[in-house]
């Protein structure tokens, strides 16, 4: 008798047409152009990574290149967006722009958001599934090639969808309320202040990503998925563009839905021979690494468990899981450096230290309070001539539109606390 093992193996082997994975990866580099063109025009580089006092690298000890060969790795990120276009060079294009552009965001957690690093993962599969990038020639491949392409996406949709089944999300409407009423406030339309409003869109929102992935791997439901799609990513791009930072991830998610079109309904649209000119087989290291790969993805999010406390609230575990606009956070920080030698205090405006981006994140990541803290002490050092000092921090935080209140003690030295332990021992726990 035969297994479920045995038919999803024979599933995942099935030669399909390639036509659908060299459609989608033409449709991704042809946003990632816009984004790379974002990055070189508005000075990105210049503003985020070279200018700024303090960066809060991925890796310890990881420093950025020299400034002009900085600048450079991003036209030479550009040049391989467009190589990425065509099928001889496909592969190699996309290799040197997952390496300069995944070098770019491990570089400081201050700009990381959550399109970074599905634009990483996804132009890594492709490396590994597109290995003769064809569109115009009948290329078959496993359908495990096509299949990995479209369970990361599942993966993002239906983690992201799991993550807001929460108590702020189902019952206070939390962040979505705070989100509409910052959209009102700058739009002077009390539409999105209506309670109803507020209601459709968080439940709306919940569902959509619980329930478009399974949409999408249906046949009958992909129209319907398709539709949602559009009003879904559209209308995020309309509302965040100016309350929150989203950039082309909504157009890079439609792209998305190419993966799911018949391969053979593609070659009919496009008067290709059905007929396969080469028939491609994947070693069995690549299919077992594949699918380890997407069981990673699938469980990493859900590393916060290993450490107490809200994962929201004190951001362990928070990033790579997919945690997408589902809290909010207002924080008042002031920092304080102590001269052990006279016991004078002195306050620090760490503003002009921070961009505004890593000066938001620091309310948001508590994790970069400690390097943060470190780097004053080193500047109290060499600016100041005050050797050894005490960095504190009172750190106040109203977390879902609660109380403001401490997260760890004002009086603890920062300084000491030793950042390479992923714990957060040192957090005060949440209060309700």
């Known amino acids: ?3 479920l093992d045995h038919y999803f193996e024979q599933f995942l082997n099935k030669s399909i047409p390639s036509v659908t994975i060299s459609l989608f990866r033409i449709a991704f580099s042809l946003v990632l152009v816009f984004q790379t063109y974002y990055f070189l025009t508005t000075d990105f580089i210049q503003n985020n990574i070279i200018n700024p006092l303090i960066l809060f690298p991925f890796i310890r000890g990881l420093d950025p290149i020299s400034n002009v060969k900085l600048i450079i790795l991003g036209y030479i990120m550009l040049a391989a967006n467009f190589g990425m ?3 001889r060079i496909a592969r190699p294009a996309t290799l040197i722009f997952l390496l300069c552009f995944t070098y770019f ?71 979505m309320q705070h989100i509409l009423e910052m959209k009102s406030e700058l739009t002077n339309n009390p539409f999105f202040q209506n309670k109803k409003v507020i209601i459709i869109a968080s439940y709306s929102g919940l569902l959509f990503d619980l329930c478009i992935g399974f949409l999408l791997f249906i046949r009958k439901t992909r129209l319907l998925a398709f539709i949602l799609l559009l009003i879904f990513h559209l209308g995020n791009h309309f509302l965040f563009k100016d309350v929150g930072e989203i950039g082309v991830f909504p157009f890079l998610m439609l792209t998305t839905f190419i993966l799911f ?46 450490f107490k406390g809200n994962v929201d609230y004190n951001g362990i575990g928070q990033r790579f899981s997919w945690r997408m606009k589902i809290m909010y956070k207002e924080s008042k920080i002031d920092y304080f450096i102590i001269n052990k030698m006279t016991q004078e205090k002195y306050s620090v405006n760490i503003r002009p230290m921070l961009t505004n ?35 504190t921090c009172e750190y106040k935080m109203k977390f879902m539109n609660g109380d403001e209140h401490l997260i760890f003690s004002p009086e603890l030295d920062l300084t000491k606390i030793n950042e390479s332990k992923k714990s957060n021992k040192w957090l005060w726990e949440l209060k309700d």
């Open 261 to 306: 079109i018949n391969p053979k309904s593609l070659m009919q649209f496009f008067r290709l021979n059905e007929q396969p000119t080469l028939l491609l087989n994947m070693p069995m290291m690549l299919k077992k690494f594949i699918i380890f790969f997407l069981i990673l993805q699938l469980v990493l999010p859900f590393r916060h468990i290993l």
């Open 357 to 391: 981006k890593q000066f938001n994140n620091l309310k948001y990541y508590p994790d970069l309070i400690i390097p943060l803290a470190k780097k004053i002490k080193l500047e109290a050092n060499e600016k100041f001539n005050i050797k050894n000092a005490k960095v």
């Open 1 to 3: 008798m035969k297994t």
């Open 85 to 87: 276009f065509f099928n």
């Open 105 to 175: 965001w491990i570089l400081d957690k201050g700009y990381f958001n959550n399109h970074y690093y599905f634009i990483s993962l996804m132009c890594f599969l492709l490396i590994l599934v597109e290995k003769k990038p064809s569109f115009t020639n009948n290329v078959y491949v496993p359908r495990l090639s096509l299949f990995a392409l479209q369970f990361m996406v599942f993966i993002v949709y239906f983690i992201a969808g799991i993550n807001k089944i929460n108590p702020y999300w189902l019952f206070d409407l939390q962040p």
